[in-house]
């Protein structure tokens, strides 16, 4: 459900970046292997970063498939908007929205740091 979201970051990084290192890294007598773990994905890793973040962002407040697949067990499967909701089922509502805050700034936070992120990644290309 939320790979798109690491997929979506680093296609467009790679579109950015072009092929032109890891073609001269090939064309230097590297094997793919090599090529990919010394030239791709060292600058790659802030994109990867990026969209691990919004991957672990979105994944904390799924609902509905996890409702769905997980089977909802109380205690193994359940997520926190699983747990927020059976709380407020149960009219707990000060535990609730408790979660329920604590959910949304650790999404904010998580935005934040991709921004962050994005901004030093668009400073450090602006330099060169």
């Known amino acids: ?74 205690g193994y499967t359940e997520t926190v908007p699983l747990h927020i909701e059976a709380l407020y089922n149960e009219s707990s509502f000060v535990g609730a929205f408790a979660l329920a805050a604590a959910l949304a700034f650790t999404t904010i936070a998580f935005t934040l740091i991709v921004n962050a992120n994005r901004k030093s990644e668009h400073d450090r290309t602006a330099a060169t």
Request: with cysteine.
């Open 1 to 74: 459900m939320t790979f798109p979201y690491i997929a979506r970051e680093l296609i467009a990084f790679m579109q950015e970046q072009g092929r032109d290192q890891e073609e001269s890294s090939l064309v230097l007598g590297a094997t793919v292997w090599q090529t990919l773990w010394r030239v791709t994905l060292p600058g790659a890793r802030l994109a990867l970063f990026n969209g691990v973040i919004l991957c672990g962002a979105r994944a904390i407040g799924e609902f509905g498939a996890v409702s769905v697949i997980s089977g909802r067990v109380r």
